[in-house]
Structures are given as C-alpha cells and as structure tokens.
C-alpha cells in the first residue's frame, strides 16, 4: 500500500477550535475531532494510511475515519509523498496586463524626514537631473497605461514623490486628460495620491473631491511621533503645519476613504496610542503601518524586539477588529484589512507583490521603473515611457524575484502570501531585489497566524462581515502605494 | 463535507469541486445547470471513453493516457470479474461502491480502500 503523509500546513486554534490553512491552496478548513486525530496520526512522517486509522480504530467508528481520510486526502491535507511540497517553477510571463502606473511627479521634497530612502538612504538614486515631470510626460504615461493595459477595463494611475502637491500643477491636467482618454477608450481609470500634507489647500481638496482621487496621508501619529521624524530641512516639525490641512481634507474629502500611513521605527513604535490618535481624535477611514526601509544600522531601524513589540500591539489591535466585525462594524486598520482580504480569497503568489508585472513606476524623466521606490536607480530602470519597456531586462527581474528562486522561503508556510517580501526593502537590507528579507520572517509568521485566527473567527461568528471584501475585490478597489 | 468544514472562499471551491452534483458528467455535452456546456467533460483527464479501468488515449491504446490504467479499476469491478486486483466486494467491502450509482457521475464518490 502507498504510504501518505501530511501535506503543507499550518495548524492553528481559534476560540477553542481547530483549523488549518493549507498549502499550496491557501485554503482554510475547520477540523472535527476525526480529522484532527487523522492529522496527528500522521505527524511523524510517512505511514500506511491503514495503519493510522486501525491505531484510531478503538476511538472512532470505521466510516468516519475513512470519510474524514478521504476528506483530507480530497482537500490536499494528505497526500503522496511526491506531491508533499509545491513551489510553483518560474515561467516567463509575456503579457501580463499594467493595471497600475505610478508617477513620481517630483522626487522632490519640502520635508526632510530624517529616515527618508528617497534622498539615499537606499543608495539607489543618483541626484536626478529632472526634478519635476512634465505635463508631456505624464500624458505619454496615460497612453502607456491605456495601451498595455489590454483588456482591463479599471486602470489605476497613482501620484507619488518626492512631495506629490509640489508637482500639483501636473497632477491636475494629469487627472483630467486621463479621464477624458479613459472615456474615449472605453475603460474606467482610478486615481490615487500619496502626500505628506503640508501643501494641501481648499482648492486642491477641492479637486481631490470632485475627481474622487484616493488620498493617502503619510503621517507617524501625534505630534511628539510625527515632529521626531517627519521635519522640516531646518529640523522643525510639520505637525502643526498639517492637523489642520489634514481636518479640512477629512472633513470635505468624501467621495472616496482617506487613509493614513505611518512608518514605524525604533523610537516610534506606539502603534495604540498612533491608532487612536489618527482614528478618534483626528478621524482617518483607515491606518495602515509600515516599519521603516533601511539598513541594520541606523539608530532607527527595528530589531528583533522591536518587532515582538509591533507584534504585541498588532494583536491587540486584532482583537479589537475582531470584536467590531463580530458585530457587523468596521475599525479601519488596514494592515488586518488587507491580510483578511488574501486569506478570505485564498491568495497564493509566487511574486511578492506586482511590480515588474501589473505595476510599474515612473520617474519624472519618463524613465520605467520596477515600482515607484526604484525610479531614477540606474540599475533598475526598464525603458523609457517613450520608447518602451525594456522586456528582456523586465524578465531578468521577474525571474530573479520569483519565489522559485527564494530557497529560504521553501519551507515556510507563509510564503504564498509573503513571497519574501519588499523588493526594495530587500534591496536595501541585502544588496539584491531577489534576496528573501529574512529579518522580518518571525515577524511575518507570528502576524499571519494572528489574521489566521482572527479571520476564522470572524468567519464562524459573523461570515456576511466577508461579503465587504468580496465587494472590495469585485469593484477592483486601488491600493494605495506605499511610501 | 461531513467532518471538514470549508471557512474561506477557496476552502469553498475546493468543497464545490468535490461535491458538485452533476457538475462533472464523463462525456456529457448538453447544458448543465444554468449555463450551457459546450466541451464534453473527460473526468480523467485525456481519454476518449468513459469506462473507469478501460480508457484508452486518442490512438486507440493506452500509452498517451495522463494516468496509468491501473489507477482505476472500477470497470474491472462492474463488468468483469477480478477479484485479485480489486476491493473484494464479497467478503471484506460489499460497500465498496454504494455511493457510486452512476460511474460516469459519481466516480470520485467510489471509496477509497485500505487492504
């Protein structure tokens, strides 16, 4: 007889019940007592899948166990030792649709935050000779996007920086000549934009509004947090200078949800006191945190317990979203939100996220980028908007991005949803956009069992809370670029 | 599913697959369900005919199936008799096949067996 064994997965409990998320299907499946007895009878290895079930003969009846067997052995949990482990093997993708393009429009800033990649931190960029796109730029990066991407009717065009509003003038006549070729190609174009505040006025709230452009506001938190970091060249803070652009902006802005974004670091890592504050006391949709990019050595950057500590105040948090859905409401912490999303459709991915692929960036020279965070690195550019994508380069960074050739992600039960994380982020840490960002591995495990367990719950306590996220994913809802 | 239970969306298609009545029909070519089906539906793969233990490939023999023959010996069991290479229905599983009415419908319900 064949032996079986146990396929990819991880087990977890939730509310006293058992589960488990399998691999490589990504799919969430309660177990009964049965199953769960099957399971463990397999947990040294190899057997005889007779052997298991006369070993569990004496505590449950012969039908049950050969349907809960054939159950596991139908969904994926057991199966032939040769189908045990699943790494999907690189293939070239040739026309993978751009559905979002993302334009620096200035890789200039009138804030200095001290923990800034953009001015080299990552060592990536040389000082650019263009600081500003042009309107021409811009415009050809509109018929980019509408031209490869194919048959998608939604499209996103996002605006990034540098300061975005120091380019404003660019951004509008952007916006606008995107919607009037959206209409006469027939397709539907989203709009989102990344700023830091500081420049906002009623007139470009205004525009942000009637254009239902998607804010995102990069912010650390009150004003001790965010004056720490987040400082003008001449070291002062900007939160003064931004609470009340940021009200006017929360309180006029309501055709789409403004979120903030916050980047966390060794001394700004309160993440209860940034939420309630940006939440309740300022009155942002949603909060989405980030741990600063940089390299090991900066005083800023977080160590192992920083990250336990992220992990504690994340979970904390997690309750609190657990409570609220359980109850049919929402708490607007986007970091739970977007790992419910992939865990509710059953993502599994063999790129970390879609640069390279459905994503590209742009820099205000009209050079192509992976994404937004490589613009103007030599190294990493892809062709020009004017004359088109480098396809072999693109490949050399899709091959060598691919989780095929992440060995260290091989065993780990996450890496359909992490893929090895940040290309940037790993570019900066490593040297090499193909390196797993193994720092935050523990980190990435710890918080995906957390969402594991909170999205069992939800979905056992209160399921119609996950018709959102259907809805979210069927209206394809832009994400917002992180800075 | 009697003792798995599906929580996310894709624990739901896979649930979908593995129960879906009707959905899997060998050969047929009409309309299922709501929808219209164009293709016939080869339950296994890459053969011509429907005979669970029998299939031959596109030239009339069996080297160009996706799945050796003795995968499945279901055939062997209905029209033949073989006891040697097939659950003894005799003596040690007479229900070997009672969820089984139709095999071009029901073959994935035929249970496994442990000898």
Avoid at chain 1, 45 to 67: I, K, M, Q, W
Avoid at chain 1, 305 to 328: I, N, P, V, W
């Amino acid at each position: 007889m064949t032996e079986l064994q146990l396929a990819e997965m991880k087990r977890f409990t939730a509310d006293g019940k058992e589960y488990a998320f399998l691999i490589p299907s990504s799919s969430v499946v309660g177990l009964d007592e049965v199953t769960g007895a099957i399971l463990e009878g397999f947990k040294d290895g190899p057997r005889n899948p007779a052997a298991v079930l006369e070993t569990l003969s004496g505590h449950f009846n012969h039908d049950d166990l050969v349907d809960g067997l054939s159950e596991l052995h139908q969904v994926g949990a057991i199966t032939a030792p040769e189908h045990a482990v699943t790494i999907p093997p690189y293939r070239q993708q040739k026309d993978a649709p751009l559905s979002t393009l993302v334009l620096n429009v200035t890789n200039k800033c009138n804030l200095s935050c001290k923990y800034c990649y953009e001015y080299g931190e990552d060592k990536l960029a040389a000082p650019a000779a263009t600081r500003f796109m042009d309107e021409s730029t811009a415009f050809e990066s509109v018929e980019f996007l509408l031209k490869r991407g194919g048959h998608l009717p939604r499209l996103t065009l996002t605006f990034f920086g540098g300061e975005t509003l120091l380019n404003f003038k660019v951004v509008r006549a952007t916006v606008e000549y995107a919607r009037r070729r959206a209409r006469e190609s027939d397709k539907k174009i989203d709009f989102s934009l990344t700023t830091n505040a500081t420049l906002l006025t009623d007139e470009i709230i205004g525009f942000l509004t009637e254009n239902h452009v998607g804010v995102t506001i990069s912010i650390d938190g009150p004003k001790e947090f965010q004056d720490r970091f987040r400082t003008y060249s001449n070291g002062a803070g900007s939160y003064d200078q931004i609470l009340p652009r940021i009200k006017s902006l929360l309180k006029n802005h309501r055709t789409r949800p403004v979120g903030a974004r916050v980047t966390l670091t060794s001394q700004v890592m309160d993440v209860i006191r940034i939420f309630d504050h940006l939440t309740d006391e300022i009155g942002f949709y949603e909060v989405g945190f980030a741990p600063v990019t940089t390299s090991a050595n900066t005083l800023y950057s977080i160590g192992t317990s920083g990250f336990d500590s992220m992990l504690e105040q994340f979970t904390k948090l997690g309750a609190r979203y657990l409570e609220k859905a359980a109850r049919g409401e929402y708490l607007g912490f986007s970091n739970m939100s977007d790992s419910l999303q992939e865990i509710h459709t059953g993502v599994t991915k063999s790129y970390a996220c879609g640069a390279g692929l459905g994503l590209l960036g742009v820099s205000p020279s009209g050079d192509i980028a992976l994404c937004h965070r490589f613009v103007d690195s030599a190294d990493h550019k892809l062709g020009n908007i004017r004359t088109g994508v480098d396809e072999q380069k693109r490949h050399e960074f899709n091959e060598r991005t691919h989780l095929a050739n992440k060995v260290e992600c091989h065993t780990c039960w996450v890496r359909g949803m992490c893929s090895g994380g940040c290309y940037h982020e790993a570019q900066v840490r490593y040297g090499d956009i193909g390196h797993a960002n193994l720092h935050y591995c523990d980190w990435i495990r710890g918080w995906t069992e957390v969402c594991l367990q909170t999205y069992a719950e939800i979905a056992e306590k209160n399921p119609s809370f996950f018709e959102r996220f259907d809805e979210r994913q069927g209206k394809g809802e832009p994400r917002y670029a992180s800075s | 599913m009697r003792h798995l239970r599906a929580i996310n969306r894709k624990a739901r298609r896979i649930e979908q697959l593995m129960t879906a009545n009707g959905d899997v029909y060998a050969m047929y070519q009409g309309p299922v369900g709501g929808g219209q089906q164009t293709t016939p539906r080869y339950p296994m793969g890459c053969s011509l005919v429907f005979s669970p233990g029998w299939e031959v490939d596109s030239a009339g023999g069996t080297a160009g199936l996706c799945q050796p023959v003795e995968r499945d010996l279901y055939d062997c069991y209905v029209t033949c008799f073989w006891p040697a290479q097939v659950p003894d229905h005799l003596n040690n599983y007479p229900d070997w096949t009672k969820k089984c009415g139709a095999a071009a419908k029901d073959w994935r319900n035929i249970d496994l067996v442990f000898p």
